[in-house]
């Protein structure tokens, strides 16, 4: 199954040998060890002319199974039955019927588990175009079609691990956004230099500009 967007020459470069897919055993782990690995990963898309459409993860939440915020917490179903199959695997589900969230499948199988990737920092665009869950999605072109692709580069959207300039980042741990039971769970990890967050923990003040992580200064 093919999960290809529009092209544009923002963000899109035509190699791949930077873009290497992350193994699926980083992904055989729980929830809340791999939510805060995968922030400075890169999301990356091939597009139809056959460039890359990039961005660093600054931001996701972790889910699983043992709490009411996950969606297979009480119930299994058409919907929900890729978050309960092999870790390594976007889960696309829609939200409030609008917006598409964009997950993965982690831990192990027959056990609902899997980080949501909340915000991207793309080169050279602005820095809030992917900074929520939909905003991600519709920048990206991903949809409920992408659904139980393999994450691991098995397909055209896949994730590639940390560049060495993120290799330890400095996270923010906090609580999730948008729900109403589990709230006070600390599961949501974010890039504390990023401006491409969608919501910042109470005290935690944006970076100006100048000192700010630039996903474009890893185009160099």
């Given at each position: 199954?093919?999960?290809?967007?529009?092209s544009t020459p923002k963000a899109t470069q035509h190699i791949s040998k930077?873009?290497?897919?992350?193994?699926k055993s980083f992904f055989c782990r729980p929830a809340e060890v791999v939510g805060p690995d995968l922030v400075g990963c890169r999301l990356v898309?091939?597009?139809?002319?056959?460039?890359?459409?990039?961005?660093?993860?600054?931001?996701t939440e972790a889910y699983s199974q043992d709490e009411p915020a996950c969606h297979g917490y009480r119930r299994r179903s058409p919907q929900n039955e890729t978050l309960?199959?092999?870790?390594?695997r976007f889960y696309v589900y829609v939200s409030y019927g609008i917006h598409h969230c964009v997950n993965v499948v982690t831990d192990r199988p027959e056990w609902a588990n899997g980080v949501l990737l909340r915000a991207v920092a793309l080169p050279d665009e602005p820095e809030r175009v992917a900074a929520g869950p939909g905003l991600l999605a519709r920048r990206f072109g991903?949809?409920?079609?992408?659904d139980a692709l393999s994450v691991c580069g098995d397909s055209d959207l896949w994730l590639a691990p940390r560049p060495v300039?993120?290799?330890?980042?400095a996270l923010v741990t906090t609580t999730r956004i948008g729900i109403s039971q589990g709230e006070n769970l600390p599961l949501r990890w974010y890039l504390q230099a990023s401006r491409s967050v969608s919501k910042r923990a109470r005290g935690d003040r944006s970076p100006k500009l100048a000192e700010a992580f630039c996903a474009g200064s890893l185009c160099s």
């Open positions: 199954m093919e999960c290809v967007g529009q930077d873009f290497p897919a992350l193994a898309k091939r597009q139809a002319d056959g460039g890359l459409l990039w961005g660093v993860i600054v931001e309960f199959g092999e870790p390594g991903i949809d409920r079609g992408c300039e993120l290799t330890h980042p």
